[in-house]
């Protein structure tokens, strides 16, 4: 194994556990949409429905640079927009993980997830910070860009969209217009929108008193270690009049809470010395 590769494991296995980490929150019945090739690994729990607007044959098409991935299993064909094979208030809980930045209209996204989730659900996204990755030569978008598109209408800025992609993110300087046009012909799905997690919890407010969100943050975990390039928030939908707290944490152990804690690896040799080892221990 070449230092980068060891370096990209090294990576992938640490946001794995830091999403896990968070994905205490879901328990029940859900969704995940747009997952593609990495799907969130969530607790026994938790079972999950896949959505994306396409069906696998399609949306491998359209993404030729994930070929050879297993993709998840698509078995709801719909959007952040159109979650109308859902029901109202039916779902424990709704994933989004690098989606909320390619809706051009989030706020309608939101609003959709809102929608679909029970009284409790839980909404788990992971956005990219544009500090670190693809964005970083983007300007970060203002509420006031938000917030004039959610209530003008997105289609005037499309093209411009596309281009600042095509040209600040995708690095293409020959002929960016006609790339951008290219994208925009097969509705490729774009970076839209950037944020840093300030920025983006800023628009999260925003967006709660410009479409009466009924969605409040629970947990929240910013980049933690060099090369992490996400950020994410777990909400849940409620009056935000009580503290809610993950399923199953008021039967959790004392040592399946230190199992759980960054100082597990540290402290769990002690418990799997059984009564006996820790008898010879004490009397030694």
Same mark, same amino acid.
């Given at each position: 194994m070449t230092v980068a590769q060891h370096s990209d494991t090294w990576k992938v296995r640490r946001t794995a556990r830091k999403r896990r980490r968070l994905a205490v929150w879901l328990a029940g019945h859900g969704i995940e949409? +747009?997952?593609?090739?990495?799907? =969130?690994?969530?607790?026994?729990?938790? #079972?999950v429905r896949y959505v994306d607007r396409m069906a696998e044959t399609e949306l491998r098409q359209h993404y030729p640079e994930l070929a050879g991935q297993r993709f998840a299993p698509v078995s709801i064909i719909g959007s952040a927009y159109d979650l109308s094979q859902v029901a109202d208030d039916s779902l424990d809980f709704v994933i989004a993980n690098h989606l909320v930045e390619h809706l051009d209209y989030p706020i309608k996204g939101l609003r959709e997830f809102a929608r679909v989730l029970r009284p409790d659900g839980v909404l788990y996204m992971a956005l990219p910070d544009a500090r670190v990755g693809i964005d970083q +030569?983007?300007?970060?978008?203002? =509420?006031?860009h938000?917030?004039?598109? #959610?209530?003008s209408g997105a289609d005037r800025n499309?093209?411009?969209?596309?281009?600042?992609?095509?040209?600040?993110?995708?690095?293409?300087?020959?002929?960016?217009?006609k790339r951008a046009a290219w994208l925009m012909e097969m509705d490729y799905s774009i970076h839209f929108h950037v944020w840093r997690p300030d920025t983006f919890l800023d628009f999260l407010l925003a967006a709660k008193r410009e479409a009466n969100l009924p969605l409040n943050v629970v947990a929240f975990a910013p980049p933690e270690f060099v090369g992490d390039d996400e950020f994410i928030l777990v909400l849940v939908k409620g009056s935000g009049d009580r503290v809610p707290l993950p399923p199953g944490s008021e039967r959790r152990t004392v040592r399946q809470?230190?199992?759980?804690?960054?100082?597990?690896?540290?402290?769990?040799?002690i418990y799997r010395k059984g009564k006996a080892a820790a008898k010879r221990v004490r009397h030694r």
């Open positions: 949409i +747009g997952a593609l090739h990495r799907p =969130l690994r969530v607790p026994a729990g938790a #079972h +030569g983007r300007p970060l978008t203002t =509420l006031e938000l917030v004039e598109e #959610h209530r499309r093209r411009q969209h596309y281009l600042d992609w095509v040209v600040l993110s995708e690095k293409q300087l020959g002929e960016p217009e809470r230190i199992g759980q804690s960054t100082l597990g690896p540290v402290l769990r040799p």
